[in-house]
């Protein structure tokens, strides 16, 4: 079957614009996982939903951060006024619910590579 | 908090040769799962292996086996017969039981050489 989808696949934007990037989950998986790549940082988690639970907000960096999942499905990650330091890799991931066995290993997009100039 | 500590930035091997990859963490928790992922110049980040702390028996997949010290907290990954395609870095990572985030390591660079 499909595996996650993540568009677009990159993107350049200019300092103080907002941007928008998309994941597109293995369907049926129920939980969804933002991670940021960067240089400096490594790989950080960002935000977490499971099912219709509230998202787990607790890797967000900033308020200019913020991220939706429409559905139970499609996420979209927004960041307001982007700033340099935001330059990274955004990587999504997608499992399902059901605990034990292969269910739970997280499997990942291709990420979109975010360039703030 | 937990952590994953990688301690090789970089590592080369010979094609066809063995190689290991050390990663250790630390956790309070009993039960868990610990995984490496290969994420080659695509980008694309690909499950190797997983394995679960209860289990004694170290996982294979292949030409890929870990040795699970649960006691040392320790988790590394062994490459046989090295493959130009393994040429990747590789990231250990950790998650506790229940679908909750991945803590990762900082990665090791391996290049595998003809």
């Known amino acids: 079957g499909a595996g996650v989808s993540q568009s677009p696949s990159n993107k350049v934007t200019e300092k103080g614009k907002d941007v928008e990037l998309r994941c597109d989950p293995i369907s049926g998986h129920t939980a969804l996982y933002w991670y940021r790549q960067s240089l400096g940082q490594g790989l950080e988690f960002l935000i977490y939903?499971?099912?219709?639970?509230?998202?787990?907000k607790s890797g967000l960096p900033s308020d200019r951060f913020s991220a939706e999942r429409t559905g139970g499905s499609v996420s979209t990650l927004t960041i307001q006024r982007t700033q340099q330091e935001d330059s990274a890799v955004y990587l999504c991931?997608?499992?399902?619910?059901?605990?034990?066995?292969?269910?739970?290993?997280?499997?990942f997009g291709p990420g979109t590579r975010l360039l703030v100039l | 908090a937990q952590t994953v500590t990688q301690s090789q930035p970089e590592m080369s091997v010979q094609e066809a040769e063995t190689v290991t990859l050390s990663c250790t963490y630390d956790t309070s928790e009993s039960n868990y799962y610990l995984f490496w992922y290969k994420q080659p110049p695509s980008r694309q980040m690909i499950l190797v292996i997983r394995?679960?702390?209860?289990?004694?028996q170290n996982a294979t997949e292949n030409r890929f086996s870990v040795n699970f010290q649960k006691a040392a907290k320790s988790f590394s990954l062994k490459i046989s017969d090295s493959q130009l395609g393994d040429t990747a870095m590789y990231f250990c990572?950790?998650?506790?039981?229940?679908?909750?985030?991945?803590?990762f390591g900082k990665g090791t660079r391996l290049s595998v050489i003809a």
């Open positions: 991931a997608s499992s399902s619910h059901r605990t034990g066995g292969m269910e739970e290993t997280q499997y």
């Open positions: 394995q679960e702390a209860y289990k004694q």
């Open positions: 939903f499971q099912g219709n639970s509230a998202p787990d």
């Open positions: 990572a950790f998650m506790n039981s229940g679908n909750t985030p991945l803590v």
